[in-house]
């Protein structure tokens, strides 16, 4: 690339886009690119590069917007950056403020969901005039942000990076407490809080249909921190010989290691991480026909895609997916997707093509 790349992230606390941009840092780090991470020293995203022997340079935020810039620009001119990323909201004004005087050749906002709408006016207009570039993780995110009329990047150009997943996580062997107890064939769900209005119309279905195969369980990577009166509401509305939730010190590894099939309970335009998560473990996937998910799943490939609310044929998919040949064939397929659309490295070079486009 010949450049120098700046992620910037003013928050300390660690979220999804401090996930994304350790990853990719990391990814374009290891192809060889010149890549500075400008983040607060007490945040794990500092720790974390700094551990790993890559360039992290600290940024204190005051609040106060002149010293934000100065501090910033600072960094900026020092290190001789090129391109700035950045994919935390409230860093769109002091960077470009920054791209304006620095000046910087690109500066891409990228965002996993659709971007919200800048706090002011002049946030609005810093907006519009100095991002280069919107990157955003699926088309389904890219199509929603081209419609609404309200959004600033409407009419930016957008380019779509899928998110990657560590080789690490490929194809793992089970680990952990085996939940299987008869034989029977377990569908996992999570990030049912999430998606209240699906998980609770699907378990009522299961009751008012008296579900009780004793070939199929259902089992719930619950999200007992942050939600545990929804997890109970959805275990009382549940048939209990079919349903059982993970205990409360599960890890999402030990759980996608032991089901045979997982069930996708969104169907926003956001990217569908955890369906890649559970097709690098060699997991059919089962999604609903809607946002990101005919991006990943490849129907009758990989997994199933189903029409919104239609439980009956879910049931028939999962009925389907009894058989063992048909279960590992698909596995097989799903890793292979994976591997060759979903890997950091491949984040990497197109993130390098934008920043190198129209130079």
């Not at 004004?93 to 005087?101: D, G, I």
Request: overall charge positive.
């Amino acid at each position: 690339m010949g450049k120098r790349l700046g992620f910037f992230i003013s928050d300390s606390k660690w979220k999804n886009y401090h996930r994304w941009a350790y990853n990719t840092a990391k990814a374009l780090y290891m192809e060889g690119y010149d890549v500075y991470v400008i983040t607060p020293r007490k945040s794990k995203l500092y720790t974390r590069l700094k551990g790993y022997g890559m360039k992290v340079v600290d940024y204190n935020k005051s609040g106060i917007m002149p010293l934000d810039f100065y501090r910033l620009s600072k960094i900026c001119k020092k290190h001789k950056l090129d391109n700035l990323v950045i994919n935390y909201p409230d860093d769109i004004r002091v960077s470009a403020l920054v791209a304006k005087y620095c000046p910087l050749k690109k500066l891409v906002f990228r965002r996993g969901t659709i971007p919200v709408k800048p706090k002011s006016r002049f946030n609005n207009y810093l907006a519009k005039k100095y991002i280069s570039t919107v990157i955003t993780n699926s088309k389904a995110n890219k199509e929603a942000i081209r419609e609404n009329k309200y959004s600033v990047f409407r009419n930016k150009p957008i380019e779509v990076v899928y998110n990657g997943i560590q080789e690490k996580s490929y194809g793992r062997n089970k680990e952990g407490f085996d939940y299987h107890q008869n034989g029977e064939l377990i569908v996992g769900l999570s990030n049912c809080a999430n998606n209240r209005v699906f998980c609770k119309k699907f378990f009522e279905y299961l009751k008012k249909a008296n579900f009780k195969d004793e070939k199929i369980t259902f089992l719930i990577f619950p999200d007992w921190k942050h939600d545990s009166s929804f997890t109970g509401k959805i275990k009382q509305l549940s048939s209990k010989s079919s349903v059982r939730l993970t205990g409360r010190e599960a890890r999402l590894s030990e759980f996608m290691s032991n089901i045979d099939v997982y069930l996708s309970p969104e169907a926003e335009s956001r990217f569908n991480y955890s369906l890649i998560y559970a097709m690098a473990q060699k997991k059919p996937v089962i999604g609903i026909s809607g946002g990101s998910n005919p991006e990943i799943i490849g129907d009758q490939e990989n997994g199933f895609l189903v029409e919104q609310d239609n439980f009956d044929e879910l049931l028939e998919k999962i009925e389907t997916l009894r058989d063992d040949k048909l279960r590992e064939s698909m596995g097989e397929n799903g890793l292979r997707t994976v591997k060759d659309t979903f890997n950091f490295r491949q984040s990497a070079h197109q993130i390098q093509r934008i920043l190198d486009s129209n130079d």
